[in-house]
């Protein structure tokens, strides 16, 4: 086979392993089944294409190839913008909806992974020429190995400890153990709010973490995902029954009321704990050198 | 998502006792406990808004 063949060959067949390496549809069914995944392996084909054939023409000593980059760069820009536009227009008819730092979080997901599969296509293509096809899949894998080590981010439960807690009423106002949530008149509500809340505690290890789990984009990413999971005990118009997180001011600490329809405490702190750190929202206030006590 | 517009109204007031409330929105007199759960209820079909207590005796139905 020709020199050239082969480098695109392996470039591209590496890129297009990494691209369906880091395309899972979970639980969230995202990118939903089956013409959202044809869309983001067509993209990753275009992207290995890309990668692979930069170094070629590289080889080949035409080295304005590479203003080719900047327009993949433009491509994959307009997929993230693709990805927010529409999650955020399906967000506004979900029951509990993921809130925008979610989607911005899943949007750039989206164009991140598109650069990796195109350096894993460029890296793979590269050793092709240097070291033939074997050493071009080794590297291949090693990059796929990389990315998917890359782009697991890291969960809630590394920052947190998930406590149950008691739902309960005091007049009108609903406790989760000595938080808040909200008041509800209603006996009826107040009946249905006891009998199908499950209440949890989250509390934060550090300032990192108190900082974190504050930001409403991140709490609303918890009750998605718990209520697509396990369900929720929810309708439209039925504002009394929603589940809420709120915050005790002093410590920090996070109160979660869901209303789950599988009402197991377990599941629910297990499907906490795997709730995705957003990068959006994750701080770290610890890090301020203004803050030698490391207090926040 | 908060906002800096007002986005909580009170849509109507059901009380038990008819000196304690006035003003302009509409407000529904009952006769007893039992009533005012009854229509608190209904309201909060009807209007998909949020039955909360003020205080015993008198509920307020908000549009959150």
Known sequence: MHDTTLIILIGTICGIACRLNLLRTDYRQYPTYPHGRIVHLALGVIASGLG??????????NYTAVTFLTLAAQQFRDVRNMERQMLTNVDSME????GVTYIEGIAMAFEGRNYL?????????????FFTWIGGLIVGLIGLFIAHRFMSGRTLGSVVEIKKAKVHFQGPNLFVDDILIYNSG????????????????LVPKNANATVTIGNLGQRQAILHDVSTILGVYHDSGEPSLVPLSKRDLNSGRLALFLLPLD???????????????LENAYRRPLKGSVKPDRQL | MPSQAVSNFILAVCTLDSTSVGGSGPIFYCKDEEELQKVSLYLEKILDAMAHELRPGTMILVKH
């Open chain 1, 52 to 61: 692979a054939v930069l170094v070629a023409t590289l080889l080949d000593k």
């Open chain 1, 95 to 98: 029951l509990v909806p993921r």
């Open chain 1, 117 to 129: 599969v195109i350096a894993n296509a460029f890296f793979s293509a590269l050793a092709t020429h």
């Open chain 1, 186 to 201: 209603l006996k009826d509500s107040q009946e249905k709010l006891v009998k199908n809340g499950v209440g949890l505690i």
């Open chain 1, 263 to 277: 009402r197991d405490p377990d599941k629910a702190i297990e499907i906490v704990r795997r709730v995705p750190l």
